[in-house]
């Protein structure tokens, strides 16, 4: 069955960076993209960007565009999500999920992650 | 490409038809998803391009509309439909999966 299994929580202070990982199971991992979204505390979900696991093209949101990369290793079918310069508003729940594009063009998240639990804070 | 959706929050009975509304900003043709999040968990897909029910979904949830607006509807809530539902657009690819910003729905 598709599984996606995330790092554990991280805590960093302001201007660090965090790295996390997100492994996959159970498909063809070439054959999607990853893509991840947040959820800060209470709040709502927010799209973060999406990394072809086929050729490795990224599209991020504006939001954090320049602070942020999305990586693969298609050898552990493992996705990676880089947030740098962190601040306390960069504290949330940080989810993968698998981003499936079908014939006709269809695109939706098919398949998450558990979250990380990513807090900043001095 | 902005999304609202409403009710923010509602409150029903076990076997009442509860109805969600989302609104984009723009046409988006039938370019919606709906998922499912409860408290605690990771969302859950329950529909794909307005209308299109996900495998294993119970058929107790149907979506509709196209353009700019449309309507998630559960036709008899459940105990377990306790949750907060988002819709999503992808109409403005690339660089956009706009969620709206979630309908908590309590029994």
């Known amino acids: 069955q598709v599984q996606l299994v995330q790092s554990g929580a991280e805590v960093k202070k302001p201007g660090a960076s965090v790295k996390v990982s997100c492994r996959a199971s159970?498909?063809?991992?070439?054959?999607?993209?990853v893509t991840w979204v947040r959820q800060a505390p209470g709040q709502g979900l927010e799209w973060m960007g999406w990394?072809?696991?086929?050729?490795?093209?990224?599209d991020y949101a504006q939001k954090v565009q320049g602070r942020v990369t999305m990586t693969t290793d298609t050898s552990t079918t493992t996705a990676f999500m880089e947030l740098r310069s962190l601040r306390p508003d960069d504290t949330a729940v940080y989810f993968c999920?698998?981003?499936?594009?079908?014939?006709?063009?269809?695109?939706?998240?098919?398949?998450w992650g558990q979250g990380t639990r990513v807090t900043v804070s001095s | 490409i902005q999304m609202t959706q409403s009710p923010s929050s509602l409150s029903a009975s076990v076997g009442d038809r509860v109805t969600i509304t989302c609104q984009a900003s723009e046409d988006i043709s039938n370019f919606l998803n709906w998922y499912q999040q409860k408290p605690g968990k990771a969302p859950k897909l329950l529909i794909h391009?307005?209308?299109n029910l996900e495998t294993g979904v119970p058929s107790r949830f149907s979506g509709g509309g196209s353009g700019t607006d449309f309507t998630f509807t559960i036709s008899s809530l459940q105990p377990e439909d306790l949750a907060t539902y988002y819709c999503q657009q992808y109409g403005n690819f690339p660089g956009g999966f706009t969620f709206g910003p979630g309908t908590k729905v309590d029994i």
């Open positions: 159970g498909y063809m991992f070439k054959n999607y993209g």
């Open positions: 391009d307005a209308s």
């Open positions: 999920a698998r981003y499936r594009v079908s014939r006709s063009g269809s695109t939706s998240f098919d398949y």
């Open positions: 990394i072809s696991a086929h050729n490795g093209y990224t």
